[in-house]
């Protein structure tokens, strides 16, 4: 036997006795297994989205995102159980993301003004950007499911994420010495996002849409300063 080549080879051995004794392979594996069980939701989620957007909420198959996907059936039901697991599950992520965006977008701001024309300008662009999930927002004619009790549930998942974002807009306001409630605010803000929302999803063009926003935001300038209290 050639001694000499396992020094040459400089092979790292570590005997049994002496591996690590922390948990450190086991983590490293489980962290790994973890990484990739969320790339496949991802990946699940984004087909789905695109399928329920395109089609419809019955005329998707599970089927259909499977073969999308280049999943087998059985791999799809370990990740979603029901077809309406998966659809609220799209709703929920897209709309955590959605309302995260918004905060982020008058994180710095500090007059109602500016705060008004960045929330609505954000909407805008992120209503090009994710067209699929303001397709399943505004159905326009496509299925959506009807589950006992899932749109009460969705509306209160909704007010919880959406309250960071109020939370930011009242701060602004009081800051600002509007004397407006931040409901009052916000309904007036979320019924034109709305109608913002269906229009890009009926095919209005982006350029359209900034300039009919800019209409709105004098409207809610005007109104805010009316509200204007002495500070």
Same mark, same amino acid.
């Given at each position: 036997?050639?001694?000499?080549?396992?020094?040459? %080879?400089?092979?790292? &051995?570590?005997?049994? *006795?002496?591996?690590? /004794?922390?948990? $450190?392979? @086991?983590?490293?594996?489980? +962290?790994?297994?973890?990484?990739?069980?969320?790339?496949?939701?991802?990946?699940?989620?984004?087909? %789905?989205?695109?399928? &329920?957007?395109?089609? *419809?909420?019955?005329? /998707?198959?599970? $089927?259909? @995102?499977?073969?999308?996907? +280049?999943?087998?059936?059985?791999?799809?039901?370990?990740?979603?159980?029901?077809?309406?697991?998966?659809?609220?599950?799209?709703?929920?992520?897209?709309?955590?993301?959605?309302?995260?965006?918004?905060?982020?977008?008058?994180?710095?701001?500090?007059?109602?003004?500016?705060?008004?024309?960045?929330?609505?300008?954000?909407?805008?662009?992120?209503?090009?950007?994710?067209?699929?999930?303001?397709?399943l927002l505004f159905p326009m004619g496509k299925s959506a499911p009807e589950l006992p009790g899932w749109n009460r549930e969705q509306r209160q998942e909704e007010q919880q994420l959406r309250q960071p974002l109020e939370d930011r807009m009242q701060t602004v306001l009081s800051r600002a010495g509007v004397a407006m409630p931040v409901a009052t605010l916000s309904g007036l803000i979320w019924s034109y996002l709305s109608g913002l929302g269906l229009k890009s999803v009926q095919g209005t063009g982006r350029q359209k849409l900034e300039s009919e926003a800019e209409s709105f935001l004098q409207m809610v300038n005007e109104f805010m300063e009316r509200n204007v209290t002495e500070r």
């Open positions: 036997m050639d001694l000499a080549f396992f020094s040459r %080879a400089r092979v790292n &051995f570590r005997p049994i *006795g002496l591996l690590p /004794t922390d948990g $450190s392979i @086991i983590m490293s594996i489980e +962290e790994r297994q973890q990484r990739e069980r969320e790339a496949r939701v991802r990946v699940i989620l984004e087909a %789905a989205n695109g399928l &329920f957007a395109r089609q *419809g909420f019955q005329e /998707t198959s599970m $089927s259909d @995102i499977a073969a999308a996907c +280049e999943l087998g059936k059985a791999t799809l039901y370990y990740y979603f159980p029901t077809k309406e697991e998966l659809y609220g599950e799209i709703i929920r992520s897209h709309t955590a993301g959605y309302y995260r965006l918004l905060v982020e977008s008058i994180a710095q701001v500090d007059q109602p003004d500016e705060m008004v024309r960045c929330l609505i300008h954000e909407v805008v662009h992120m209503a090009y950007q994710d067209t699929d999930f303001f397709r």
